[in-house]
């Protein structure tokens, strides 16, 4: 007589094998080979009263993927193993116990033994107590469809972002999913008042931290914290709720904003291992214009540029950011102007203090790499405005003679740089042609001998490495190339902006940011008997305008 096993009955049901279930339709003849849950049961429990064993306990995973083995009932099961409540696993085929060769081939050979279980995997025929040479093809098998799987994923996610389909799980602080498309995003206005604020700060010169520091101050919720309360449910996870500055960064630099979509930056390290790994930019999902965007073009462009600046805005002693901070550069080497305070103290006992920006390239090296340039900021100001009042005087009058001079300055401008650009472009295809060539040459007289394995997988690596390069230079020349081509009907933008300060008395951070690019100061020259210096302006846009 068989002997008497107190059976545990395990069954799984992937998302993939539910969907996969409902594809075959009612009046499929392999219907009762559905791999449903109740269907899995029944097969069991008829096999287990033909045999007269004892139904323990049924151990039931459904939707859990069969690549990971940290399933409840899954986990369960282990337990009552190891307290011996259960002496024997039916499955109803190997691939419900899991779809990863190597860990199954672990419970099968070395777990299951070692706990005393036996272990049988009904449709395959496979049975522990019995010398079954099939099991560990069989694990292979489910591996390759496990693998599989998870390749078709993927292609799946690609192509829906690459239609401009949002697939990540949580939506962006400032937007929700609709709710009648959960891969689209629509503005949710509450946060998305906080990201203009956000950027609104920083286009004021205002650092992450400081940033962060603000909101806190104002007791803003934090995105997490916004996320759970429209979900009308508490935060689970243990943080501190504040605002940090990697939150701020990552939401100034999130393209997003502006109604982009770019995903597709993080991946698993493998189908086996769910470690998050970032993707090189190569890899990324870029789409245009997917949704509305929350934040105007210009300002992501100014932020962009105050985070691509070479130094932090200088702050004054109040802790503020000076006037020009970022904006003001010496004309004659071309280094950034250094913001100083100076007290001098009058006659009469009171405390004076000047304000004025100096090269820094002076300021660091001395006499010998270049002279002092020093500008006090009130006169620096005045004459901005006053060449602000001027160019604002001149559209009022003549429009289209200003428009004109412009056209001519940019167009000639940019003809040389369009030459030189077009001209580094071509440069770099050149060289990655030439690569591709040698790559293929190396190839070539590897097979053919002339050169040993190590030599050839040493100089493979060191082309292809360049020819990447090279690739990523040309599509840079080209994008270069197309943001001067869009530059030459930016006039008008232009004429736009500056009417709107043809009266102004004063200059804050914001009037410079949105009018002026740079301004560059020339040194002090004594010519006669007057002290002469050149200081250009160059307006967005346009740039410098003579």
């Known amino acids: 007589m068989d002997r008497q096993y107190n059976v545990g009955l395990y069954v799984r049901l992937s998302v993939e094998d539910a969907a996969n279930s409902q594809k075959r339709g009612k009046g499929n003849p ?90 049988i995997a009904l449709m395959d025929g496979i049975d522990s107590e019995g010398c079954d040479d099939i099991m560990p093809f069989r694990s292979i098998l489910n591996d390759f469809h496990l693998k599989d799987l998870s390749r078709k994923i993927k292609s799946v996610l690609r192509a829906k972002a690459e239609a401009g389909a ?54 803003i919720t934090t995105p997490k914290d916004h996320y759970y309360q429209r979900e009308e449910r508490p935060n689970p996870y243990r943080q501190n709720h504040l605002w940090n500055d990697v939150t701020i960064r990552v939401i100034l630099r999130n393209e997003v904003y502006i109604g982009n979509m770019v995903q597709n930056k993080t991946g698993n390290l493998s189908y086996k291992n769910h470690k998050l790994i970032k993707k090189p930019k190569s890899e990324w999902v870029r789409v245009e214009g997917t949704h509305e965007p929350i934040i105007p073009l210009e300002v992501w462009e100014q932020v962009c540029k105050i985070d691509n600046a070479p130094a932090r805005p200088k702050r004054t ?30 006659k009469n006992g009171n405390m004076v203090i000047y304000k004025s920006y100096m090269c820094g390239n002076y300021s660091r090296s001395g006499k010998g790499a270049c002279s002092s340039h020093i500008i006090y900021i009130d006169r620096l100001s005045e004459i901005v405005i006053a060449d ?42 050149n060289r990655r042609a030439e690569l591709e060539r040698l790559i293929q040459s190396l190839y070539e007289d590897k097979v053919k001998g002339n050169i040993s394995e190590d030599v050839c997988a040493r100089l493979i690596n060191q082309y292809e490495t360049e020819r ?29 902006l500056i009417r709107q300060f043809n009266d102004v008395e004063a200059l804050d951070r914001d009037i410079l940011l949105k009018l002026i690019d740079k301004v560059e100061i020339g040194e002090r020259e004594i010519i006669g008997n007057q002290k002469q210096r050149e200081i250009r302006i ?7 305008i003579g």
Not at 397 to 417: F, K, P, T, W, Y
Not at 538 to 544: A, H, M, P
Request: with cysteine.
């Open 30 to 119: 392999f219907q009762n080979e559905s791999t449903s849950i109740e269907n899995q049961k029944a097969v069991l429990r008829e096999y287990i009263q033909l045999r007269g064993w004892n139904v323990t306990q049924v151990y039931a995973d459904d939707g859990f993927s069969g690549g990971n083995y940290d399933r409840p009932a899954f986990r369960g099961m282990m337990e009552d193993a190891k307290a011996g409540i259960i002496d024997l696993i039916l499955v109803k085929d190997l691939s419900r116990l899991g779809r990863d060769y190597i860990e199954t081939g672990r419970y099968t050979d070395e777990v299951f033994p070692s706990l005393g279980i036996r272990f």
């Open 388 to 429: 602000i009042r001027q160019k604002a005087v001149m559209i009022e009058h003549d429009e289209d003679s200003i428009l004109e001079r412009v056209g001519n300055s940019r167009a000639a401008e940019s003809q040389s740089q369009l030459a030189a650009l077009d001209a580094a472009k071509r440069a770099a295809e």
């Open 538 to 544: 160059y307006y967005k846009f346009v740039g410098y």
């Open 468 to 496: 990447r390069e090279k690739a990523q230079e040309a599509q840079e020349m080209t994008a270069r190339v197309e943001s001067f081509q869009t530059e030459q009907n930016n006039a008008q933008e232009w004429v736009k």
């Open 317 to 346: 002693g109040n802790g503020e950011i000076s006037l020009f901070s970022g904006l003001v550069y010496c004309f004659d080497c071309g280094f950034a102007m250094r913001y100083q305070q100076e007290q001098h103290k009058r």
């Open 166 to 219: 949002y697939i990540g799980a949580f939506a962006p602080f400032g937007y929700i999913k609709d709710p009648d498309n959960h891969h689209k995003l629509i503005v949710d206005e509450p946060a998305a008042a906080i990201v203009r604020r956000i950027f609104d700060m920083r286009y004021k010169g205002y650092g992450f931290r400081r940033i962060a520091s603000l909101l806190n101050d104002d007791k």
